[in-house]
């Protein structure tokens, strides 16, 4: 790769990119990396969580450095039903994943307040004109829309908050659904993360990508005052929207790469039910520094490859969202996952890692449904309640058209 300026160029400093380059210069320290972000901070501002299970012992090392919470179990909450479980649950924040950035990689590797005003497969062009050559190009930039596919959102509203006393939680309430719904499936997500430092999320299965931050804040408070926690100062916020994948056609997000590797959100790369990308983010990550070839080409294929296995295995949680989405009322699906969590531990897990059995498939259907029969079967059949178009423009924090490097036309 002489000649270039750097051999491998990740556009884009977020989750899927971070850890790509992270995955890279352990595995590749002989590599030049550039890692370019448009934001003044890897990650942008986020708190990342996931099951220990979600991810494969093998990849466990790419995040042991980026985690900042841990707890040996988890619990839920819904009418009727407080449960238990004993997945161990990890979160990662931003500045810890920025910090380890800078860590790892060499003086010079990452670029920061830098936006790519265009790129192909031989380099790329920032907004300010200076323009570099890349042996690969790989784009982290994340997605705006996702034409093509329809379903719903999940949208969330956070705050890290101090209690003016021990607030007792020891543990973290993945899901506490026992609360008055809005908005579709309304549920509050807590981690502990001191004797008095609490994160306490408002989140919603919704019709829309639209978040009231106001009545957000103030359910949190409500939530807050109905544990007897009175909040002595919020430390941080964050809000977000993932897309829900109930059906469509993916050849939008993942052909026609040619070159240049679409990874993350953008390639379609995450949980259709959940919308949660960190474990199929980590998985990427391994597969791109065990490569022995590392053109552009060889990681394009490779990412495409991957990203279209990734759509099929899909098939069954986007039924799942359809059923959610289009069979269920709004202020009804929260019937469907206190139905899913009254399973199995092993199912449950399984099914966030997205590696679910034909077992567990199958244990998930049968039974009462927790939707209307009539309503099921019509929205398996393409006559259910009308899904939205994940497709619109301005729904999430990144437009992804950008034209070709330095006025080039990149071939097929």
């Known amino acids: 790769m002489a000649g270039h300026d750097t051999d491998i160029a990740i556009l884009g400093g977020g989750l899927a990119g971070g850890l790509v380059a992270l995955a890279l210069a352990a595995r590749r320290p002989d590599l030049r990396i550039l890692l370019v972000e448009q934001g003044d901070r890897l990650g942008g501002h986020h708190l990342w969580s996931f099951f220990l299970t979600d991810i494969p012992p093998s990849a466990r090392w790419l995040l042991k450095p980026l985690v900042v919470g841990k707890w040996g179990s988890h619990s839920v909450r819904f009418s009727g039903n407080r449960r238990h479980l004993g997945s161990p649950y990890r979160s990662i924040s931003s500045a810890r994943f920025d910090a380890a950035l800078r860590e790892a990689l060499p003086a010079g590797s990452i670029l920061t307040g830098a936006a790519v005003s265009a790129f192909d497969r031989r380099g790329f062009t920032l907004a300010d004109g200076r323009q570099f050559r890349a042996g690969a190009v790989i784009d982290a930039r994340g997605a705006a829309a996702f034409p093509g596919l329809r379903g719903g959102w999940q949208k969330f509203l956070g705050r890290m908050v101090r209690t003016a006393t021990p607030h007792g939680l020891t543990a973290p309430i993945i899901m506490d659904g026992n609360r ?110 065990d490569m022995s070839d590392l053109s552009g080409e060889a990681i394009a294929g490779a990412v495409e490859n991957y990203a279209r296995e990734h759509w099929r295995n899909g098939g069954f949680y986007r039924m799942l969202a359809r059923m959610l989405f289009g069979a269920a009322l709004p202020e009804k699906r929260y019937r469907v996952f206190a139905r899913f969590y009254r399973l199995g531990d092993g199912l449950v897990e399984r099914f966030y890692a997205g590696q679910s059995t034909w077992r567990d498939r199958v244990r998930l259907l049968v039974g009462r449904p927790p939707v209307p029969l009539l309503a099921a079967v019509a929205c398996l059949l393409g006559r259910g309640r009308a899904l939205a178009d994940l497709g619109a423009p301005g729904r999430l924090s990144h437009d992804t058209t950008i034209p070709a490097f330095a006025g080039e036309t990149e071939d097929a």
Do not use: C
């Open 180 to 289: 008055a719904q809005h908005d579709g499936f309304r549920f509050v997500y807590v981690l502990p993360f001191s004797h008095d430092t609490v994160f306490i999320e408002d989140t919603y299965y919704s019709d829309t990508p639209d978040i009231d931050a106001p009545a957000l804040r103030e359910r949190i408070n409500a939530y807050a005052k109905s544990r007897s926690w009175t909040i002595a100062e919020v430390l941080d916020e964050e809000q977000g929207v993932l897309p829900v994948v109930a059906e469509g056609e993916p050849e939008a997000l993942i052909g026609g790469m040619h070159g240049v590797a679409r990874i993350g959100v953008a390639a379609g790369l995450f949980h259709p039910l959940t919308g949660y990308s960190l474990p199929t983010a980590v998985r990427v990550a391994a597969m791109i520094a």
